[in-house]
C-alpha cells in the first residue's frame, strides 16, 4: 500500500515568514517531500546521519507530485500532530527554537531523524528495509553482517574489500527486500587507528596519541574507488562479533535455530522504524510509532520467505580475517 503525506494549509510567505521550499529525498523505494525553511533544509542536508543511513540519496525541488509529504515550521510552538485518515497521513512539526539558523547538533538531528522515520515508512510499505548491518557482494552473491554497535560490521567490510577483492554494498547501513540486498550506504567511516589491523585500508597512518579520536576518522568513498555494488541476491546471513589482535583466537562457528532467525530478523528490520519514537522537544514529545500491522506482515513474510529457502543467521566471533575467510568458504 503507498500513502499519502498532505498539509491541511498552505503556508503563507509573510515577511514575518523565512522562505519555504518543497524538497524530495528519495532512498531506494521511499519517498517523501519536506516543506520547510531553507535553513532548515541546508541544515538537514548537512547532517551526516544522511549519509550513513540514506542510501543513494536524492535531492531535488520540483512542483507539485503525489509522494508523502511533511510540513516543518519554525513559528509553531512546541508542536506535534499526525492525522491519519483513508490511508493519507499528515504530520506537522513545529518548534520555535528553529526560529534562526540552528548550531546544536542534537537539535538538527531531531529534524532528521524525524524525516528519517517517516522515510522508513515509505520504504516499508513498499516491502523494502533498512537493516543497521554491513553488506557485501563477490561473484553475483551478496551477504550480510549484523552485529551490535561497534561489533566490527565495517571493518569486516573492510578487510573483505581490500583484501579479499569483494565489493560493498553498505557499510553502516543495507536495504532488503525481495530481491535481496536491494541497497546501501557507499561512504565507509573508519578510525585511521583502524589501520594497524588493516594496513591495506586507503587512509592516512593516524597521528597524535589519540588515534582512534575524531581527527583521526576519514570518510571512504567506495563507489570512487570502484569498490560498491548497488545490490545482489541474499546468499548469507551473518552475526558477528570481531576481536581485534587475538591471532591465537579459535573461530566461532555456530547456526542459528529457525525460531532465533525469525525472532531476530524481524526485529533487526524494525530498526529504523523504531526511531519514530525518538524523544522530541527536549524530551517532552514523543512521537507515535509509524509501524503498522500490514507493514509487520510484510516484514515477517519476507523473513518467511528466506527460512522457506533455507536461509539461517550464521554466528560467527574471531578475527576479521578469520571471520571473512569463513565467509568466503561458504559464499
Known sequence: MWYNMSMSREIEKTS?????SRV?????????QVVAPDFWIEQIRECEDFRYRLPLPDFSIFGERVSPRLELNPTWDDLIEIKEEEEVLEIKYGDRRFNSAPQDKYLRRDLTWLILSVLERAR?????????????????????????????????????????GCNVI???????????????????EVGRGLKQFIPELPVDDPIGQDIWGRE????????????????APLSLLVYVSVVHGTESLKLTVSEWSE????????????????????YLHNCRRQLPSLDTLEISEKRMALVDEWIKEGKRVLFLKGTADDIAKEVLKRL
Open 16 to 20: 514575518e515568514n523565512p522562505h519555504f
Open 259 to 278: 525460531r532465533k532467525t525469525r525472532v531476530l530478523l524481524g526485529e533487526w528490520m524494525r530498526w529504523m522504524i523504531q526511531g519514530s519514537q525518538t
Open 124 to 164: 516499508e510499505s513498499q516491502g523494502q528495509f533498512l537493516v543497521h548491518a554491513s553488506s557485501i557482494e563477490k561473484n553475483g552473491r551478496g551477504a550480510v553482517f549484523f552485529g551490535q554497535t561497534h561489533a566490527g560490521k565495517t571493518s569486516l567490510a573492510a578487510v573483505l574489500a581490500f583484501r579479499y
Open 24 to 32: 524530495y529525498f528519495r532512498s531506494g523505494k521511499g519517498e517523501i
Open 170 to 188: 553498505g557499510t553502516e547501513h543495507t536495504l532488503l527486500g525481495h530481491g535481496g540486498i536491494e541497497g546501501g550506504t557507499h561512504w565507509m
Open 216 to 231: 583521526n576518522r576519514d570518510a571512504i568513498d567506495l563507489a570512487l574507488l570502484n569498490k560498491h555494488k548497488p545490490s
